[in-house]
T-cell receptor, first 112, second 114 residues
Framework: LAKTTQPISMDSYEGQEVNITCSHN???????ITWYQQFPSQGPRFIIQGYKTKVTNEVASLFIPADRKSSTLSLPRVSLSDTAVYYCLVGDRGTGGFKTIFGAGTRLFVKA | KAGVTQTPRYLIKTRGQQVTLSCSPISGHRSVSWYQQTPGQGLQFLFE???????NKGNFPGRFSGRQFSNSRSEMNVSTLELGDSALYLC?????????????FGQGTRLTVV
């Protein structure tokens, strides 16, 4: 399971675009990159997932360079409600099943 | 479709006691994983069950155990509770067996050991 490195925290203002980069130098060929969002006292919630290049959905975009050793989650025009912890996960298959290892995540604080 | 349901939401126990937490996955999901979340250690993987069998296990002592029933509902048990077991316990279910499948998390059970 590849280890990931993300900034511990980030600050932003409402209306700005926020980019959170995750490093995963030991990513395996079959690994997908998945991002989750977590609010206090709630379970994490899936945001977006990708394998290579760019993926976009209604809430975020995920940019993955050709070497796949890093990825960037982009949140357009953040609001106060985007204040949360964001986790980057790489590879979640254990031996014949799932073994998802969460890192420390990035604590995003959006200010008015 | 109902989400992942965890019961109870809050629990207060005394050191030395044991506790059982319950998780009902999304209908049709057969994989259930459990996590412990504390301010100091973050989100840590406990174990994963599929078709009543434990497939993966994290690095927790034997006091932490779990099981899964034929309807995919899962329980986790912590025996001989310690103060350090105070945490938010989360379970997640998955419906597809492939790398990177989205995990659906419940609201968690907040356990306080006094």
């Amino acid at each position: 399971l590849a280890k990931t490195t993300q900034p511990i925290s980030m600050d932003s203002y409402e209306g700005q675009e926020v980019n959170i980069t995750c490093s995963h130098n030991n990513i395996a060929t079959n690994d997908y990159i998945t991002w989750y969002q977590q609010f206090p006292s709630q379970g994490p919630r899936f945001i977006i997932q990708g394998y290579k290049t760019k993926v976009t959905n209604e809430v975020a975009s995920l940019f993955i360079p050709a070497d796949r050793k890093s990825s960037t989650l982009s949140l357009p025009r953040v609001s106060l409600s985007d204040t949360a912890v964001y986790y980057c996960l790489v590879g979640d298959r254990g031996t014949g099943g799932f073994k998802t290892i969460f890192g420390a995540g990035t604590r995003l604080f959006v200010k008015a | 479709k109902a989400g992942v349901t965890q019961t109870p939401r809050y629990l207060i126990k005394t050191r030395g006691q044991q506790v059982t937490l319950s998780c009902s996955p999304i209908s049709g999901h057969r994989s259930v994983s459990w996590y412990q979340q504390t301010p100091g250690q973050g989100l840590q993987f406990l174990f994963e069950y599929f078709s009543e069998t434990q497939r993966n296990k994290g690095n927790f002592p034997g006091r932490f155990s779990g099981r899964q029933f034929s309807n995919s509902r899962s329980e986790m048990n912590v025996s001989t509770l310690e103060l350090g077991d105070s945490a938010l316990y989360l379970c997640a279910s998955r419906g597809v067996e492939r790398e990177g499948t989205e995990a659906f998390f419940g609201q968690g059970t907040r356990l306080t050991v006094v």
